[in-house]
């Protein structure tokens, strides 16, 4: 299991488009990945389960990964959210 803390730059936070971009990145790795925010944990595949965790600017959050490409997976997840403005591909 790996983890990455991150802080969320983004003026808007997570919200439903950047989450729905995260969650099909995340979807993309065979590893189980979770995100963290204060004591609450949501599965990082899961578009209810990000959003109830109400990520918004500033928040620092922790993606965890575990499995067999978990390295990969946390390291371009965290690189994704640490961006300035996430992107809505």
């Known amino acids: ?3 990455r803390t991150v802080t969320i730059k983004d003026k808007a936070g997570l919200h439903s488009k950047t989450a729905a971009v995260f969650i099909k990145k995340a979807s993309g790795y065979k590893s189980s990945v979770w995100i963290e925010k204060d004591e609450r944990k949501a599965n990082a595949k ?3 389960g990000l959003l109830s965790l109400a990520v918004g600017p ?3 959050i922790t993606v965890i990964a ?8 946390a390291e371009e997840l965290k ?3 640490s ?3 996430l992107k809505e591909e």
């Open 79 to 81: 690189d994704y959210l």
């Open 1 to 3: 299991m790996i983890s």
């Open 46 to 48: 899961s578009l209810l």
């Open 66 to 73: 575990e499995g067999e490409d978990e390295e990969k997976a």
């Open 58 to 60: 500033g928040a620092k």
């Open 83 to 85: 961006s300035d403005e």
